[in-house]
């Protein structure tokens, strides 16, 4: 059974810096595609990161110089780390794996498994 559970969401200032946490259960997340997405309300989901077997990271250009994606291999587990944070960043933060070596889409669709979410919240 897989799980994916997200931690580390919050409330904070604009300029403020939080880290995202998902741990990841039932497979190996250095062997798969794992991505960060976040819906605000009335949005649709999107992507804002992605980690591939490769160790490739990629980033949206929302967050691109902000925002650091990164995986501990021992603890089965993905971060996002957050710096310089925007009030147009406050969305529910979800965890999302594709069973893929490349992480080849962006859409949220394509994903296999997700977490529950964690929410951020940003002010100015």
């Known amino acids: 059974q897989v799980q994916l559970v997200e931690s580390g969401g919050g409330s904070v200032q604009a300029g403020g810096s939080l880290r995202l946490s998902c741990l990841v259960s039932?497979?190996?997340?250095?062997?798969?595609?794992m991505g960060w997405f976040r819906q605000a309300p009335g949005k649709e989901r999107e992507w804002v990161a992605s980690?591939?077997?490769?160790?490739?990271?990629s980033y949206a250009n929302s967050v691109k110089g902000r925002f650091t994606v990164s995986t501990d291999s021992a603890k089965n587990t993905l971060y996002l780390q957050m710096n310089s944070l925007k009030p147009e960043d406050t969305a529910m933060y979800y965890c999302a794996a594709l069973l893929s070596t490349v992480c080849y889409t962006l859409r949220p669709s394509s994903y296999n498994y997700w977490g529950q979410g964690t929410q951020v919240t940003v002010s100015s």
């Open positions: 980690f591939d077997a490769r160790s490739v990271t």
């Open positions: 039932g497979i190996t997340a250095s062997r798969a595609c």
